[in-house]
């Protein structure tokens, strides 16, 4: 059952890659964190992170302080004490919190893990919440096939939903 499990969360994150045609990202960037896994495995974590976001509405260059909302690709490389290389993708999705632009987002994430251990190798599926400000962030992600969640803290360059719109003259 563990295992079928695995295969279709993998199945699931492998088909939302897979868009039905090609759309620019308006928003691209890095970031890393550093946090507490806990659980049988848990310990401190720390890692990086890539991803990319496609607004949902159209924005203007310049001066644009509406609120944004998007969804796109994200790949996690995070490492657990010595003993847990984790690889996460994953979608994400999320936007502006109502009359906050720019100061706070959320975004959420649904996609698998998969963990590289001494002893074995497996795959699990996976959520998470981000609560952002400017470019920092508090996090909580769970594995569902792991007894392991954790919690932290970290920060993007750039913000995920976009910097404030300005103009230069």
Same mark, same amino acid.
């Given at each position: 059952?563990?295992?079928?499990?695995?295969?279709?969360?993998?199945?699931?994150?492998?088909?939302?890659?897979?868009?039905?045609?090609?759309?620019?990202?308006?928003?691209?960037?890095?970031?890393?964190?550093? +946090?507490?896994?806990?659980?049988? @495995?848990?310990? !401190?974590?720390?890692?990086? &992170?890539?991803? /990319?976001?496609?607004? #949902? $509405?159209?924005?203007?260059?310049?001066?644009?302080?509406?609120?944004?909302?998007?969804?796109?690709?994200?790949?996690?490389?995070?490492?657990?004490?010595?003993?847990?290389?984790?690889?996460?993708?994953?979608?994400?999705?999320? +936007?502006?919190?109502?009359?906050? @632009?720019?100061? !706070?987002?959320?975004?959420? &994430?649904?996609? /698998?893990?998969?963990? #590289? $251990?001494?002893?074995?190798?497996?795959?699990?599926?996976?959520?998470?919440?981000?609560?952002?400000?400017?470019?920092?962030?508090?996090?909580?992600?769970?594995?569902?096939?792991?007894?392991?969640?954790?919690?932290?803290?970290?920060?993007?360059?750039?913000?995920?939903?976009?910097?404030?719109?300005?103009?230069?003259?």
């Amino acid at each position: 059952m563990r295992g079928k499990l695995s295969c279709a969360a993998l199945l699931f994150v492998l088909g939302l890659g897979a868009p039905a045609r090609a759309e620019p990202f308006q928003v691209g960037g890095v970031g890393a964190f550093i +946090g507490y896994a806990v659980g049988e @495995r848990g310990g !401190f974590e720390w890692g990086v &992170e890539g991803f /990319a976001t496609h607004h #949902l $509405e159209h924005h203007s260059e310049c001066n644009d302080q509406s609120e944004r909302h998007g969804v796109g690709p994200l790949l996690r490389v995070s490492a657990v004490k010595a003993s847990r290389l984790e690889l996460t993708l994953a979608a994400h999705g999320g +936007g502006d919190m109502p009359h906050m @632009r720019p100061i !706070f987002a959320i975004d959420g &994430e649904l996609g /698998a893990s998969l963990f #590289l $251990e001494k002893e074995h190798t497996r795959v699990a599926p996976h959520t998470g919440v981000t609560f952002e400000s400017l470019i920092f962030n508090l996090y909580f992600r769970q594995e569902w096939l792991e007894p392991s969640y954790s919690i932290g803290a970290g920060a993007r360059f750039l913000p995920t939903f976009g910097t404030p719109g300005f103009c230069a003259f």
